[in-house]
């Protein structure tokens, strides 16, 4: 089972680049979240989503952006890379009645 | 608004001796406690869930127990491969995400 995939793993942009960072879920998840984590912090929840056309804001949004039109993907979008934005993203799915989540793998990305 | 507060930050053990850590939180209406692993450049593992206070889980070296107020993780003869970054993470009422601790960083010496 692949579970939830994130591409890429590595990513070097410059300031003002934009990209977006990849996930997908094979489980028929409804739930699917972005989280970043900065060194010696805990996980941030930047969006979230319960359902393909669906999406909600978290704790950080400012600077990114997402969109769900399949219950497979959910792709997070970063216009104008700052250096704020250097950090490891997560993205993690769930079916919503455990609220055990499924992890990605993760995607480094440094801003310089 | 939720929020999670883990302690010690690191925790160095000797093989085989046992520990706890803390997990404090506040919360409107607490739907359930997690517990998550975490391996360096890996994704968090799921490990628990807890839904009321009085309740345990156990699993190999690992209880978490659940008060009204705090968690705990305890770690009963660990072993070298228990080392891990040990997050915990609460939901509340209708809310469909979790708010996550800084986590504590276990290294457990052979």
């Known amino acids: 089972n692949a579970g939830v995939t994130q591409t890429p793993k590595f990513r070097i942009l410059k300031i003002g680049q934009s990209m977006t960072l990849q996930c997908a879920q094979d489980m028929n998840h409804n739930y699917m979240y972005w989280y970043r984590q900065d060194p010696g912090m805990g996980l941030k929840l930047i969006y979230y989503?319960?359902?393909?056309?669906?999406?909600d804001k978290g704790e950080v949004p400012n600077g990114y952006n997402v969109s769900r039109s399949t219950t497979e993907d959910f792709p997070l979008r970063l216009e104008l890379a700052a250096p704020s934005q250097t950090s490891v993203y997560f993205c993690a799915s769930t079916s919503g009645r455990t609220g055990e989540l499924f992890f990605g793998e993760g995607s480094r990305l440094t801003v310089l | 608004e939720d929020q999670v507060t883990q302690s010690p930050e690191a925790l160095r053990l000797q093989e085989g001796e046992s520990s706890s850590l803390n997990c404090s939180y506040t919360?409107?209406?607490?739907?359930?406690l997690f517990w998550y692993r975490q391996d360096p450049g890996k994704g968090p593992e799921f490990l628990f869930t807890?839904?009321?206070a009085g309740e345990e889980k156990e699993k190999e070296r690992l209880k978490a127990t659940l008060t009204k107020k705090e968690s705990f993780l305890h770690i009963t003869a660990p072993k070298p491969e228990d080392s891990a970054t040990y997050l915990c993470?609460?939901?509340?009422?209708?809310?469909?995400?979790?708010?996550f601790g800084s986590g504590t960083q276990l290294t457990v010496l052979p």
């Open positions: 807890l839904y009321s």
């Open positions: 993470a609460v939901q509340s009422g209708s809310a469909r995400q979790l708010t």
């Open positions: 989503s319960v359902g393909a056309g669906i999406t």
């Open positions: 919360v409107s209406g607490l739907r359930g």
